[in-house]
T-cell receptor, first 114, second 110 residues
Framework: DSGVTQTPKHLITATGQRVTLRCSPR?????VYWYQQSLDQGLQFLIQ???????AKGNILERFSAQQFPDLHSELNLSSLELGDSALYFC?????????????FGEGSRLTVL | GENVEQHPSTLSVQEGDSAVIKCTYS??????FPWYKQELGKGPQLIID?????GEKKDQRIAVTLNKTAKHFSLHITETQPEDSAVYFC?????????FGAGTTVTVRA
């Protein structure tokens, strides 16, 4: 158990809809990362937050947004969903803001867009 | 940005044999190279990492080597066991934005 909690574990929705994925980081971790894992692809970095502020952006679509709340949990909002958005979305947390270090991953939220 | 290539995409080994996974990276500024293992239905978990000031690191049956000149690094698993079956990801970074390889599915045959 990594200590990172993601909900929901599975989500099935239709094209055009909007969903929210939730992540609770490990106790004490201030950084939260979101990654997308599509079939046969590696982990694509979406966005990072540190203590409530956005710190880095990766290949995140404009239809996607995220935020980190004062209690440090984070939410990833996916809107105007398309079939290609079907993927496993991982949240990870770490202690540090900068500098390489271990990321602790949740078990992921599997999104299926029909 | 950093581009990490990983080979092979799949690897089948006999139990007890060794497994080697290789990665190359593009950004010469990268200085941290972790390896993550993802078991079925779970999130990736760090198994070993190496920093650019070290050429090799070992932890029991797993070892990682780094060649900064050639910009490649490798994961070596010796005496493979069934529990080593998983997807392995290499990654590289010089800051906090890890770039992952596409993954290697390792199957250990009994």
């Amino acid at each position: 158990d990594s200590g990172v909690t993601q909900t929901p574990k599975h989500l099935i929705t239709a094209t055009g809809q909007r969903v929210t994925l939730r992540c609770s980081p490990r106790s004490g971790d201030l950084s939260v990362y979101w990654y997308q894992q599509s079939l046969d692809q590696g982990l694509q970095f979406l966005i990072q937050y540190y203590n409530g502020e956005e710190r880095a952006k990766g290949n995140i679509l404009e239809r996607f947004s995220a935020q980190q709340f004062p209690d440090l949990h984070s939410e990833l909002n996916l809107s105007s969903l398309e079939l290609g958005d079907s993927a496993l979305y991982f949240c990870a947390s770490s202690v540090a803001l900068t500098g390489p270090g271990e990321l602790f991953f949740g078990e992921g939220s599997r999104l299926t867009v029909l | 940005g950093e581009n990490v290539e990983q080979h092979p995409s799949t690897l089948s080994v006999q139990e007890g044999d060794s497994a080697v996974i290789k990665c190359t990276y593009s950004d010469s500024a990268s200085n941290y190279f972790p390896w993550y293992k993802q078991e079925l239905g779970k999130g990736p978990q760090l198994i070993i990492d190496i920093r650019s000031n070290v050429g090799e690191k070992k932890d029991q049956r797993i070892a990682v080597t780094l060649n900064k000149t050639a910009k490649h690094f490798s994961l070596h698993i010796t005496e493979t066991q069934p529990e080593d079956s998983a997807v392995y990801f290499c990654a590289a970074t010089w800051d906090y934005k890890l770039s992952f390889g596409a993954g290697t599915t390792v199957t250990v045959r009994a």
